[in-house]
């Protein structure tokens, strides 16, 4: 986890260290929701069980040049800048969502990351960037 932003070079790839705020949250949502709504609470906590699981295969790393998400040591998708128009964490004070958009298409993740080191690399994109 990078907690000192002076110490990332704009050149380094930075790997995002997995957050399972999210996933502990819908957890005890869940166990809360198990008194009123059974299968409301078992839906809640098969996402809460999804989004550990992504948090702990998925690896976010930003480059020089782009986004890249591997799971495990398999690069399953590349998101270069060049392609992008705009970016934002959502609901900065309780943040959730990220969303970027690109030229031909859109995407939201869940926020299973580092919050601070994603704020960061983001920044440092050469995309517009909301906060």
């Not at 580092?114 to 994109?125: I, Q, V």
Request: some cysteine; glycine content about 4%; overall charge positive.
């Amino acid at each position: 986890m990078i907690t000192d932003q002076s110490t990332i070079p704009n050149r380094e790839t930075v790997e995002l260290e997995p957050s399972y705020n999210i996933p502990i949250i819908l957890t005890l949502g869940a166990i809360i929701l198990s008194a009123f709504q059974v299968w409301l609470c078992f839906g809640v906590g098969l996402f809460a069980i999804f989004l550990a699981i992504q948090a702990y295969t998925l690896r976010l790393n930003f480059t020089a040049d782009s986004l890249k998400i591997y799971r495990g040591k398999k690069l399953i998708r590349d998101f270069p800048y060049t392609q992008w128009e705009y970016s934002e964490i959502f609901w900065s004070k309780l943040p959730i969502l990220f969303y970027f958009r690109e030229v031909n298409s859109i995407h939201f993740l869940p926020i299973i990351f580092d919050r601070k080191t994603l704020s960061y690399c983001l920044e440092k994109n050469p995309c517009n960037f909301k906060n």
